[in-house]
Structure formats: structure tokens, C-alpha cells
């Protein structure tokens, strides 16, 4: 009975909250591919664009966490998939032991249970990108004397930016769940550890050695060396 009375009592602000629609037939596969395809290179352009505003000295301090979160540090995929994550903990608690009660075979009770988590992800994505903003990715302050703001304006670009993009992986994670193949948790996944791997093998920028970050220029930059070494010796 109090499930009924929330569902009833949320469900008219719950249902202003955009979701993506499944599909009313059956989609191709080949739709399907185009449409992962697509979130895919979305993704992967996100992860790779730097967030306006950064401080160089700011700190990652999940980087361990990389491949879990699908986040690639100080892009505008920040925080990655940790807003899904966190609702879907949230809601098993809830619905396992039975604190409250979803009977989702009973349709209204479906969509309650799918509102209850656009709720708890735009909730996690507003407190993780706040918790960033203000923790460890800081304003730049170059960039505030140059366009004549504060760094607490900064910091809100910075905040802005993190957070529609954090909410935007949700509606990509659900466009691939509905109309791609597969999971978009497990899509954002296998593309950041993918994207790590082949930036760890091929990459050519420079560390604090002056060497390349990638295993195979890297190997290049020192077999070039040993052989000036020789050709001097």
C-alpha cells in the first residue's frame, strides 16, 4: 500500500524527467550496429575532449577506478558511469530485501521502478560532479583572468560541463540498452579500457623522461638512441 501511494505521488514529477523510448517493433540488426556504432564514437569523441576551464594542477583521484567508472580523467567524461552505478545500488537495496515492494510484472510498477532511477542518477550526477568541482579538479585561473570571471564561475563551467555530459552517458547508455546490441554499462567499458590499451601501446606523447608513453615508440625512441650511440662510438 505505501508503494502504491509513493508510485502515485511521484509518478506526475517523475514522469517530466526525459527517458528514451524502447521501440515499439523489431529493429534490424543492422540498426542495431549502426546505432551502437554511433554511441560508440560518441563516446570515445567525449572521452577526449579536455573540460574548459581545468587547473593543470588538478588531481584524479579515482584513476584506479578507470576501467570500472568508464571515465577518462579531466574529459568531459569524468565521471563516467558512476551515477548508473550508484542508482542500481541503491535500488537493489531497496528491492532485495523487499524495503520496497516492485511487483514488475504489473506495468505501472515497471515504469515506477525505471523513474525511481532516472531520480537516483540525476540525483548521483548532481552530488559526484559538485563532489569533483569542489574536491580535486580545480579552476584555472588563467582562464578566469582572461575572460574577466571568478574562479567560482570556473568552477560552475566546470561543474555544468560534468554533469550534462555525465547525464548525457546515461541517455546514451539507455539508447544502446533499448535500440543497440548489448549493455551500454559494459559498451563504455570495453571502450575506456580499449582506448587505455591501444594509447598504452601506440601512444607517442612524452612522460617526465622525455621518452613515449606508448610501448612500441617508446622501443623505437631507444633502439634510434643505441644506434646514434654506436654510429658515435
Avoid: H
Wanted: with cysteine.
Amino acid at each position: 500500500m505505501k508503494v502504491i501511494q509513493l508510485r502515485d505521488s511521484l509518478t506526475p514529477f517523475l514522469s517530466k524527467i526525459p527517458m528514451v523510448e524502447r521501440p515499439k517493433g523489431r529493429i534490424t540488426l543492422e540498426t542495431r550496429l549502426i546505432v551502437t556504432l554511433t554511441i560508440l564514437i560518441l563516446y570515445l569523441a567525449l572521452s577526449n575532449i579536455p573540460l574548459f576551464g581545468l587547473s593543470p594542477e588538478s588531481l584524479d583521484l579515482f584513476g584506479r577506478f578507470r576501467a570500472i567508472f568508464a571515465g577518462e580523467a579531466y574529459s568531459l567524461t569524468a565521471i563516467g558511469i558512476q551515477p548508473i552505478i550508484s542508482a542500481s545500488i541503491i535500488l537493489q537495496i531497496l528491492a532485495g530485501p523487499k524495503i520496497l515492494k516492485f511487483d514488475l510484472t504489473n506495468p505501472r510498477d515497471q515504469m515506477f521502478y525505471v523513474n525511481i532511477q532516472k531520480l537516483l542518477v540525476l540525483c548521483f550526477a548532481v552530488l559526484i560532479s559538485y563532489t569533483y568541482t569542489i574536491g580535486f579538479y580545480m579552476p584555472s585561473q588563467d582562464i578566469a583572468s582572461q575572460l574577466g570571471v571568478s574562479l567560482r564561475f570556473i568552477s560552475f563551467l566546470l561543474f555544468i560541463q560534468i554533469f550534462i555530459v555525465g547525464m548525457l552517458v546515461y541517455y546514451m547508455e539507455e539508447v544502446v540498452s533499448r535500440w543497440g546490441i548489448g549493455s551500454g554499462v559494459g559498451l563504455f567499458i570495453l571502450a575506456g579500457v580499449s582506448q587505455q590499451l591501444i594509447m598504452g601501446l601506440v601512444s607517442w606523447m612524452p612522460d617526465e623522461s622525455g621518452l613515449a608513453i606508448g610501448v612500441v615508440p617508446r622501443w623505437i625512441e631507444i633502439a634510434l638512441q643505441v644506434s646514434r650511440y654506436e654510429i658515435l662510438s
